[in-house]
């Protein structure tokens, strides 16, 4: 079992930044695949910013740019740095981690609100 701690969300106005965190416990070792998704209300759950271990991070055509995502192995931290925030941004976004290789094997955190409103 692997169990994810989001933190970071809040409100901010359009332009500005926030710096989500995921911490990661549990049987980490299992996981070779790290994101952060969002889900708006009435809209489906999309992925933001994916990290393959030993991989390139990889981002949504919408972020791309002014999102970033990084990995501390040392620490078991996610984060999303996200810059440039925009209204469309506002969601619940929630990190995940998961074993490409072994369906189902997938773990969620209970997601950080981001508010992006002037």
């Known amino acids: 079992q692997v169990q994810l701690v989001e933190s970071g969300g809040g409100l901010v106005q359009p332009g500005g930044s926030l710096r989500l965190s995921c911490a990661a416990s549990?049987?980490?070792?299992?996981?070779?695949?790290m994101g952060w998704y969002r889900q708006a209300p009435g809209k489906q759950r999309e992925l933001v910013a994916g990290?393959?271990?030993?991989?390139?991070?990889n981002y949504a055509d919408s972020v791309q740019g002014r999102f970033t995502v990084s990995r501390d192995n040392a620490k078991n931290t996610f984060d999303l740095q996200m810059n440039s925030l925009k209204p469309e941004d506002t969601a619940l976004y929630l990190c995940?981690?998961?074993?490409?290789?072994?369906?189902?094997?997938?773990?969620w955190g209970q997601g950080t609100q981001v508010t992006v409103s002037a």
């Open positions: 990290l393959p271990n030993g991989g390139s991070p």
């Open positions: 995940n981690a998961a074993n490409s290789y072994i369906p189902g094997e997938a773990y």
């Open positions: 549990g049987s980490i070792f299992t996981i070779n695949f």
